[in-house]
C-alpha cells in the first residue's frame, strides 16, 4: 500500500524559516516525480513545487521560488521542503504527492505563519 | 502560465441529479486533465486522469470527457457521499494549475 506521511508543520514567526518532511512507502521510490500542493485556510489548492525521480529535475511555483527549495532523499525514501523568509500567505496545509497525476496523496502537514 | 476556470464555483443539487463541472484551460494541454474529489479536513482524492480514465477504485458514476481546452466532469445519481468539493487539474506544463474548486451542496 502507498503511504506518504508529512511531517514538520508548525507555527513560525513570519521571515522564519522551516523544513518539512514526507516519508513514502509501497513502492519504489526513486522511481517516481514528487510534488508539494498547499491549501490555505479555506482556499482552494495549489501546486508548490515539483522534483524528479533522481532529484536532477525541480520547478517552483512562482509564489514560492527563491524561498523554498525541494529535495529527496532516495536512500531514506524521503522528500523534503525548506521554506525559508515565511510569510503569512504562506500557512497552508502541505501535502506531498506522488507522480504526475497525483494519484496519491499524504494527509498533510499545517504550516502557520504569524507574529 | 496556463489557467484553469472552473465553473461553477458552486452548485446546488438533490441526491439523485446528475450534474456537470467544466474546466476550461486557458491554452490547449491535449488531455493533460486530472479531477480530484476533497471533502472537509481530507486530503484530495484522484477520481479522473487522462481527462477520462477513471482511476482503480473510482466508481462509474464519475466520468470525464474533453480534450485541448475544454473538459468536464460528470456525476450521475448523486449519493450524500458525493457532496464534496471538486477541482481540476492540469498537468501538461508547470506550474500545473488548479481550477479554483467547485463546492457541490445538497439541495
Known amino acids: 500500500e502507498v503511504q506518504l506521511v508529512e511531517s514538520g508543520g508548525d507555527l513560525v514567526q513570519p521571515g522564519g524559516s522551516l523544513r518539512l518532511s514526507c516519508a513514502a512507502s509501497?513502492?519504489?521510490?526513486?522511481?517516481?516525480?514528487l510534488n508539494w500542493v498547499r491549501q490555505a485556510p479555506g482556499k482552494g489548492l495549489e501546486w508548490v513545487s515539483y522534483?524528479?525521480?533522481?532529484?536532477?529535475?525541480?520547478y517552483y511555483a512562482d509564489s514560492v521560488k527563491g524561498r523554498f527549495t525541494i529535495s529527496r532523499d532516495n536512500a531514506k525514501n524521503s522528500l523534503y521542503l525548506q521554506m525559508n523568509s515565511l510569510r503569512a500567505e504562506d500557512t497552508a496545509v502541505y501535502y506531498c504527492?506522488?507522480?504526475?497525476?497525483?494519484?496519491?496523496w499524504g494527509q498533510g502537514t499545517l504550516v502557520a505563519v504569524s507574529s | 502560465d496556463i489557467q484553469m476556470t472552473q465553473s461553477p464555483s458552486s452548485l446546488s443539487a438533490s441526491v439523485g441529479d446528475r450534474v456537470t463541472i467544466t474546466c476550461r484551460a486557458s491554452?490547449?494541454?491535449?488531455?493533460?486533465l486530472a479531477w480530484f474529489q476533497q471533502k472537509p479536513g481530507k486530503a484530495p482524492k484522484s477520481l479522473i486522469y487522462?481527462?477520462?480514465s477513471l482511476q482503480s477504485g473510482v466508481p462509474s458514476k464519475f466520468s470525464g470527457s474533453g480534450s485541448g481546452t475544454d473538459f468536464t466532469l460528470t456525476i450521475s445519481s448523486l449519493q450524500p457521499e458525493d457532496f464534496a468539493t471538486y477541482y481540476c487539474?492540469?498537468?501538461?506544463?508547470?506550474?500545473?494549475?488548479f481550477g479554483q474548486g467547485t463546492k457541490l451542496e445538497i439541495k
Open positions: 504527492a506522488r507522480d504526475l497525476p497525483l494519484v496519491y
Open positions: 509501497g513502492f519504489t521510490f526513486s522511481s517516481y516525480s
Open positions: 522534483i524528479s525521480s533522481r532529484g536532477s529535475t525541480t
Open positions: 491554452q490547449g494541454i491535449s488531455n493533460y
Open positions: 487522462a481527462a477520462s
Open positions: 487539474q492540469e498537468y501538461s506544463t508547470y506550474p500545473y494549475t
